[in-house]
């Protein structure tokens, strides 16, 4: 069981749907008041490690807790002390903004009183104040995206589970929404974020764990992530075309790869180790033999190159298993209750 300074933790999770293996024995840890990023590529097992957690799914094997709790022993406690933001936005399309968030503050048991003052914050935090005596089926897709999202918050849960939070926000939205998720850190608000926006996690993540195929294959800060790629790239364009063999022999002189060259674009790249004094001693070699360079950058590893790099694949959202909108929703408001 984990201690009061870890708010979330799955040891050796496994689910399998037929002979797929959505989960291979997965674990991962959250200390208390930090966000982990969960990343992988398309199918690659992120919902449904989320829905574990947020007491939706059993798995077949391995445990976990959240917020101190079982989720397999005592999910009714887990549900108490969680809020869940899914991927597809869960609002009552009948009800109002305000509506909809008095209806969850009830839910969880919060007096009438308290559920319209606390319905009546978020509707304002969350940029919904026009909007929000009307009903929810003449929302935008961002709107309906930001209302759910208060509704993950309205109990003040201790942790917050974000899947795909701002999928179809504008960029706006999505940096209205990544303030919020910072207060809710500062507040010590542990967060677990499923994103597809790799920039998302590089903002708001204190560390982040890839996950392919239901196996962990990489953990750590973004810093030691992009690490593992391999330093940065020297990058060097040439101003003639008949220069790019000597510029290769030069990169590759100073680089600590082969370099790789694109003649369309005159363009030879390298992984280099020393940076900008590998930058430097390019352009020397270069400039002693009178080769004109119409531009030279360097560039560190990003998320991408990440992915690139670990999985082969790039990062996408992964789809739900199958089910109606129906029974999505009717599972989200279970989770919430």
């Known amino acids: 069981m984990p201690s009061s300074e870890v708010a979330v933790r799955a040891e050796a999770l496994v689910k399998t749907y037929g002979s797929t293996r959505a989960l291979d024995g997965v674990d991962l840890e959250i200390p208390t008041g930090q966000v982990l990023g969960l990343l992988g590529p398309n ?90 005596d009307r009903p929810s089926k003449g929302y935008s897709g961002g709107m309906r995206r930001r209302l759910d999202l208060a509704g993950a918050l309205v109990a003040s849960p201790s942790v917050v589970v974000l899947d795909e939070p701002t999928t179809g926000l504008d960029p706006r939205g999505r940096l209205d929404t990544w303030e919020v998720i910072g207060e809710l850190v500062t507040a010590g608000t542990t967060v677990l974020l499923t994103t597809q926006y790799l920039e998302e996690a590089d903002q708001l993540a204190n560390s982040m764990m890839v996950i392919d195929r239901g196996k962990v294959i990489a953990s750590g800060t973004a810093d030691q992530l992009k690490r593992e790629v391999g330093g940065e790239r020297l990058e060097i364009v040439a101003t ?32 280099v180790d020393a940076g900008s004094k590998a930058l430097m001693e390019a352009l020397r070699r270069l400039d002693s033999q009178d080769i004109a360079v119409h531009d030279a950058a360097l560039h560190r590893p990003t998320l991408d190159d990440v992915f690139l790099s670990l999985t082969g694949h790039v990062a996408e959202q992964e789809p739900e298993e199958p089910a109606d909108k129906k029974g999505k929703r009717a599972k989200k408001k279970g989770a919430s209750a």
């Open 240 to 271: 003639d075309a008949a220069d790019l063999p000597a510029v290769r022999t030069a990169l590759a002189e100073v680089g600590s790869g082969e370099p790789t060259v694109d003649e369309h674009l005159r363009k030879v790249e390298v992984h």
């Open 43 to 132: 199918g690659a097992g992120k919902t449904t490690t989320v829905r574990i957690l947020t007491t939706l799914l059993r798995p077949d094997s391995g445990r976990a807790w959240v917020a101190g709790h079982d989720v397999l022993a005592d999910p009714d406690a887990v549900r108490r002390s969680i809020g869940l933001s899914g991927q597809y936005a869960a609002v009552d399309e009948n009800l109002t903004a305000l509506e909809n968030l008095y209806m969850v503050g009830r839910l969880y048991g919060k007096s009438r009183a308290d559920s319209r003052a606390r319905a009546r914050e978020l509707v304002d935090r969350f940029d919904l104040t026009e909007a929000a």
